[in-house]
């Protein structure tokens, strides 16, 4: 006799999941943090170099370089970059949405090292005298634009003031950014595009605490100057090993391609189970869709960055729940054809097919755990998609699949109708 409570049982859990899945999803595809190769952006590799001799790069040095640059990345306002150390005191930066690369280049290399030097190069002051986050863009009575700074002790810039005024006629403070050994304002000063920012003449003793950087600056220059000094100066010297672009257009167009195949990759895979399993299939394909949600949910609480390999790897992960599902589900058919009944079929075959798929899921989490720890950049998103595909897959396509195909038997509705399982009674060996 068919057992109503299991039907039940059954048809409200599909329908409290599909109503969970159904307000789910649109909160959920919102929140997904798009990585460069879909969003489009900039991407830079850096090698962190000692900034003078004697410097030791260890951790703390790491760490200092990338505060550092996330302090610049915040000036660009990028939402969702990603910085990330990796071996051989290499830094690599990120940043989705990103148009214009030159800037994002020069904000996050310049060593943004400001120094104020006499006519023959000797250092009188630098940055480290200034307020820190004072900088500001301001106008002169030409409308044109020029810094302004604060200074921490008035005294210290009366006395070197009063040191410039004295070196008349070459009474010039020059202000540098990133002066490097060889550097010369005299060789500097002949030429049109020098790379001192400005060589002010001090005609007398000053004492205030507030300086004006002018100089033929554009608005933006002045901008992106004042961004610089706010943010301090690197504690390390950067050098650009490998850098890439994506255009906003492309990254789009290659998700929509993306996501396309795999929509076709899913439906022809639903419509294998379904074909070759029956009612063994179509659960599974319910335990697909399930996946696929509760994929998502995690990968946005863990607040990872989706990218092409990422979404490579849930299709991957796809596959996976399928053949876990295909594995438990052809144990179920052996046992039928033994001649078992459904409900001796049903927990034969998954006993004996739970070490297999624990087996094989295990190898891929030590795999993707490996691509993880040993990976840069794509491969370690496709190694964390990898990972959560793996255990999600577990839960859904093993104990979920189970639970829902479980409650039809346990109604003995499945009684007597092995072809639900894609068996014919003539495959059926004998009785039990």
């Avoid at 798009?34 to 900034?51: A, N, S, T």
């Avoid at 307020?131 to 634009?145: Q, R, T």
């Avoid at 006395?159 to 010039?172: D, E, H, L, M, R």
């Amino acid at each position: 006799m068919v057992k109503k409570g299991p039907i039940f049982s059954f048809f409200a859990l599909i329908i409290v999941l599909g109503v969970i899945i159904g307000f789910a999803v649109n909160p959920i595809i919102h929140k997904v943090n798009l990585g460069l190769d879909l969003k489009g952006g900039f991407e830079v590799l850096y090698q962190v170099e000692p900034l003078k001799s004697g410097q030791k790069i260890d951790q703390a040095a790491m760490s200092n370089a990338v505060a550092a640059i996330n302090k610049r990345i915040n000036v660009l306002g990028v939402s969702e970059p990603n910085i990330s150390i990796e071996n051989g005191h290499r830094i690599r930066v990120q940043l989705p949405g990103v148009k214009n690369e030159k800037q994002a280049r020069q904000l996050l290399s310049t060593t943004a090292k400001l120094e104020f030097r006499d006519y023959k190069d000797r250092l009188m002051m630098d940055g480290t005298d200034l307020k820190p986050g004072k900088a500001k863009v301001a106008y002169d009575e030409m409308n044109k634009p020029m810094v302004t700074l604060q200074l921490k002790d008035p005294k210290k810039f009366a006395n070197v003031t009063k040191k410039i005024a004295g070196y008349y006629p070459n009474n010039v403070l020059v202000i540098w950014m990133d002066y490097s050994k060889g550097d010369s304002f005299a060789k500097e000063a002949k030429k049109t595009d020098h790379k001192f920012i400005s060589a002010p003449t001090v005609q007398q003793e000053l004492n205030t605490s507030d300086v004006e950087i002018s100089g033929s600056f554009t608005t933006k220059e002045a901008t992106t100057l004042k961004d610089l000094l706010n943010s301090g100066s690197l504690p390390v010297r950067l050098v650009e090993k490998y850098s890439t672009s994506v255009g906003a257009q492309f990254g789009q167009d290659s998700m929509k391609e993306t996501i396309y195949a795999g929509a076709l990759a899913v439906a022809a895979i639903m419509l294998f189970m379904i074909f070759f399993y029956r009612l063994g299939g179509l659960i599974a394909d319910i335990t697909l869709v399930i996946y696929v949600a509760a994929v998502m949910a995690v990968f946005v609480g863990l607040q990872a960055v989706l990218t092409l390999p990422g979404i490579a790897a849930m299709i991957l992960g796809v596959g996976m729940a399928v053949d876990a599902n295909i594995i438990t589900l052809e144990r179920i058919k052996d046992e039928l054809r033994s001649g078992k009944s459904v409900l001796s079929a049903f927990k034969a075959g998954n006993h004996r097919a739970l070490p297999t798929v624990v087996d094989a899921n295990m190898t891929t989490i030590i795999a993707a755990a490996v691509l993880f720890v040993l990976g840069v950049s794509a491969v370690k998103g496709f190694a964390v998609m990898l990972l959560i595909s793996n255990i999600v897959t577990f839960i859904t396509s093993v104990y979920g699949a189970r639970l829902l195909l479980g409650l039809l038997v346990h109604s003995r509705a499945l009684n007597d109708h092995p072809w639900l399982f894609g068996v014919r009674r003539s495959d059926i060996r004998g009785n039990e």
